[in-house]
């Protein structure tokens, strides 16, 4: 009976590594929307699926919003994420440290205006990215612009921000109302810091009731992926 007893040990291994290989890639959830106005929705394709009050947010899909629209999203480590109207944003990356907070985070801003409030992750663990520049972040709230051919990142409180070109050009935004312009032209990318402001995100604030208030993160803990059965090369489930 030995041998049924390993085949019987060997079969419920594999099925044991094949569901967890399932759901090690099953999607991330990194937080949910606290404010939805009018057309969020999550890209999925050519097409989309509306985002309510209380959805979740998943880690690498796309969250755009439509022409009179906005959306404020609380991500795990209760770091608040306002997206104006046309806009569209993906959680990249994140390593999380514990359940609230993040080792690692990257946020890519494709197009629109935003504002970014910290949670409680380390500010060291945030990047965000636009299609033009590079955001260390250093302070707690920052306001975003990107536009094709065009970023600005203003800084609104009393802490620091490092901004950078593609092409490794930065400047350090260190006191409130600090502004780094990044354009680029005929392939040319600059960087420029300015003390006027050559745009505000608090002009959205008003698109949505709460769009510019903060919160914490109150929906499930995240996703815990199981380690995957130890089967390095395949043979005992037939791979």
Same mark, same amino acid.
């Given at each position: 009976?030995?041998?049924? &007893?390993?085949? %019987?040990?060997?079969?419920?291994?594999?099925?044991?590594?094949?569901?967890?290989?399932?759901?090690?890639?099953?999607?991330? /959830?990194?937080?949910? #929307? *606290?404010?939805?106005?009018?057309? $969020?929705?999550?890209?999925?394709?050519?097409?989309?699926?509306?985002?309510? $009050?209380?959805?979740?947010?998943?880690?690498?899909?796309?969250?755009?919003?439509?022409?009179?629209?906005?959306?404020?999203?609380?991500?795990?480590?209760?770091?608040? %994420?306002?997206?104006?109207?046309? @806009?569209?944003?993906?959680?990249?990356?994140?390593?999380?440290?514990?359940?609230? !907070?993040?080792?690692?985070?990257?946020? /890519?801003?494709?197009?629109? #205006?935003?504002?970014?409030?910290?949670?409680?992750?380390?500010?060291?663990?945030?990047?965000?990215?636009?299609?033009?520049?590079?955001?260390?972040?250093?302070?707690?709230?920052?306001?975003?612009? @990107?536009? /094709?051919? /065009? @970023?600005?990142? !203003?800084?609104?409180?009393?802490?620091?921000?490092?901004?950078?070109?593609?092409?490794?050009?930065?400047?350090?935004?260190?006191?409130?109302? +600090?502004?780094?312009?990044?354009?680029?032209?005929?392939?040319?990318?600059?960087?420029?810091?300015? &003390?006027?402001?050559?745009?505000?995100? #608090? #002009?959205?604030?008003?698109?949505? *009731?709460?769009?510019?208030?903060?919160?914490?993160?109150?929906?499930?803990?995240?996703? $815990?992926?199981?380690?995957?059965?130890? +089967?390095?090369?395949?043979?005992?489930?037939?791979?």
């Amino acid at each position: 009976m030995n041998w049924r &007893n390993s085949i %019987l040990a060997a079969l419920a291994f594999c099925a044991s590594a094949n569901f967890d290989a399932a759901f090690a890639q099953a999607p991330t /959830r990194v937080g949910e #929307a *606290a404010v939805v106005k009018n057309e $969020v929705v999550r890209v999925s394709g050519s097409g989309g699926t509306p985002i309510n $009050v209380g959805d979740a947010v998943l880690r690498n899909e796309t969250v755009r919003t439509g022409a009179d629209s906005a959306t404020r999203l609380v991500i795990i480590d209760s770091t608040n %994420l306002s997206l104006g109207a046309n @806009s569209s944003i993906t959680i990249d990356k994140t390593v999380f440290n514990d359940e609230q !907070s993040y080792k690692d985070v990257t946020i /890519r801003l494709t197009s629109g #205006a935003f504002r970014f409030v910290t949670g409680h992750s380390d500010k060291n663990a945030y990047k965000i990215t636009t299609p033009l520049a590079t955001i260390g972040v250093r302070g707690t709230i920052l306001d975003i612009l @990107s536009q /094709r051919g /065009r @970023s600005v990142v !203003s800084l609104q409180d009393n802490s620091a921000a490092r901004v950078c070109t593609t092409s490794f050009q930065c400047v350090d935004l260190t006191k409130p109302g +600090d502004n780094a312009v990044i354009t680029s032209f005929n392939g040319k990318t600059s960087i420029t810091k300015t &003390n006027v402001p050559p745009w505000t995100f #608090a #002009a959205a604030c008003s698109a949505a *009731a709460g769009l510019c208030s903060t919160s914490e993160y109150a929906g499930a803990s995240p996703l $815990v992926v199981p380690a995957v059965v130890d +089967d390095p090369t395949g043979m005992l489930c037939g791979r």
